[in-house]
């Protein structure tokens, strides 16, 4: 049971990891501690606040349930680089078989 609680701990560091990313990217000052991520965006013009506003809207409801998918950090990176480009659904394109990174089917010890 704790080997299973570390993973699950694992995982949310990662959906942290993704959250602390995107924040950064669109100019939120970060602090991430373990899977805790506290964000501030400061003194800003009204309309890029409002903007920011969208995009920490957008974040929170793609990324709630993302905890299940992040299974490593390859696929963080994925999930990361799709909502900068702005995949909010992380839908891929009908022409395109590039998707998350799948688990390796490598053997664990």
């Known amino acids: 049971m704790e080997c299973d609680a570390r993973?699950?701990?694992?995982?949310?560091n990662l959906r942290a990891c993704f959250l602390e990313?995107?924040?950064l990217r669109y100019g939120f000052q970060v602090d991430r501690r373990?899977?805790?991520v506290n964000a501030w965006f400061r003194k800003a013009p009204a309309d890029q606040t409002g903007e920011r506003l969208d995009i920490?809207?957008?974040l929170?409801?793609?990324s709630s349930q993302l905890d299940m998918y992040m299974t490593s950090r390859e696929v963080?990176?994925?999930y990361t680089d799709?909502?900068?480009q702005g995949n909010y659904s992380f839908?891929?394109?009908e022409e395109s078989e590039s998707g998350p990174p799948q688990k390796s089917a490598e053997k664990r010890g």
């Open 82 to 84: 799709q909502f900068l």
């Open 21 to 23: 990313r995107c924040l």
């Open 91 to 93: 839908r891929q394109p």
């Open 7 to 12: 993973a699950r701990c694992r995982l949310h």
């Open 34 to 36: 373990s899977d805790l």
């Open 56 to 58: 920490l809207g957008r």
């Open 60 to 62: 929170l409801a793609c």
């Open 76 to 78: 963080m990176n994925w």
